[in-house]
């Protein structure tokens, strides 16, 4: 009895138009990139529609909220998995959140593309993760070159980091490397908290260390405020942050004191290919700006989705998979082929790690207290 009841759960059919779950922050400080993604994400469903979706069928995207916190992103996993029965997600957005929801996709059988988790060890979570968000290994030490070529004269380096989350613990790593492998002194190391607000103590260390450079790895709300709090104590060196700076929503938090922040990006809307120009088009069209990269990534994601469907669907329409089937099946096609994406062309290796070409690095100049820009500088 028990058996045959497993047995009927698992032979369900795909329902059309095909749903591909988007779990990423809606609520929380994280959504000062969740946002983004889920700007990014709808521009995908919109253009893949508009393009007759998956040979005819349309794809429909299911927003689960998977807020700041590991039970959210876990919550929001089991929803998609369980009730609105996606074919894949997309999300989450954190890397201390993967570490927690990912492992349910595992077990469970769904493909997950990463739009955003950037630590080290994402795709070997298991056979089902794979990421389009190049890792800080490959991005993090650009903007640090970058640094020294605005200042050669730079030799202390202070490196602050949030040591409750999983992908700043992961990047300061890399930066701390890459300070040392570039002859530069690591002056002090500072640790905070995500959630923290007040970074005096952090700050004045920095300042009694001397330091002519500060690299900064921690999340938005907080990392803004960290930048605000290093000027208003009169720190005037350049400043060095990482993937969690990589946002105008940071904007608001530190204002003019932003200004002449470096951030490494996998993604810039200058990128030549045909593919990034329509991208970036359509997204101006839509949104009355530039696309920031953790909407390209999301757009990526749902991209590498409905590409790699598409190949499943020629061989056999996808109404006619079982769902557990179908996701085994788009797991494989999705590590097999090869994506034209606003990244540039995408691969992935067997893990999952994404095989991207191009990065850069912008530099923030801000107009007014609340207003400004990545200004690309490589
Ligand atoms: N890239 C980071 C992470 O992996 C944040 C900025 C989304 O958690």
């Known amino acids: 009895m028990i058996g045959a009841a497993l047995g009927a759960a698992s032979a ?19 959504a000062l990139f969740g946002q983004e993604q889920v700007a990014g994400a709808k521009l ?45 997600i997309v999300g989450p957005t954190l890397s201390q959140q993967a570490f927690a929801a990912d492992p349910i996709a595992e077990r469970a059988r769904i493909p997950v593309l990463g739009p955003s988790n950037t630590a080290k060890g994402i795709p070997q979570i298991g056979n089902y993760i ?26 202390r380096v202070a490196v602050m980091y949030a040591q ?10 890399i930066f701390q490397d890459t300070i040392k492998a570039q002859g530069l002194t690591v002056a002090t190391v500072q640790k905070s908290q995500t959630t923290d607000t007040d970074f005096t103590t952090q700050v004045t260390a920095v300042l009694n260390a001397k330091a002519d450079l500060v690299v900064i790895s ?16 009169s720190y005037k060196g350049l400043i060095v942050g990482g993937n969690g700076f990589n946002t105008t929503n940071l904007f608001p938090v530190c204002q003019k004191d932003c200004d002449g922040l470096l951030v490494a990006q996998a993604y ?38 409905a590409d790699a469907l598409r190949v499943i669907d020629r061989k056999k329409k996808l109404a006619q998979w079982d769902l557990g089937d179908l996701r085994t099946e788009l797991n494989k096609q999705i590590l097999a082929g090869k994506y034209n994406t606003p990244l540039g062309e995408l691969r992935f290796d067997k893990e999952g790690e994404i095989n991207q070409k191009e990065f850069f690095v912008a530099q923030v100049k801000m107009k007014d207290a609340k207003n400004g820009s990545f200004v690309f500088v490589k």
């Open 44 to 88: 995908a469903e919109k253009l893949i529609n508009a393009r007759g979706g998956i040979g005819g069928t349309p794809i429909r995207l299911v927003y689960q909220d998977a807020a700041g916190d590991e039970n959210s992103a876990i919550n929001a996993f089991q929803n998609l998995i369980t009730k609105e029965r996606v074919v894949g």
């Open 12 to 30: 369900q059919k795909v329902e059309t138009p095909v749903a591909i779950g988007i779990a990423v922050a809606q609520t929380s400080n994280v």
């Open 164 to 173: 409750n989350d999983a992908f700043s613990v992961s990047e300061t790593g």
């Open 218 to 233: 921690a999340l938005a709300a907080d990392g803004g405020n960290i930048i605000k709090q290093l000027r208003q104590l």
């Open 130 to 155: 794979a990421r389009v968000s190049a890792p800080v290994t490959v991005i993090a030490p650009a903007a640090l070159k970058q640094a020294l070529k605005i200042d050669p004269k730079i030799k």
């Open 268 to 305: 810039s809307p200058l990128q030549s290919s045909a593919t990034n120009q329509v991208f970036v088009k359509e997204y101006r069209a839509l949104y009355k700006k530039d696309p920031p990269q953790f909407a390209a990534q999301a757009y990526a994601g749902v991209q590498v989705f």
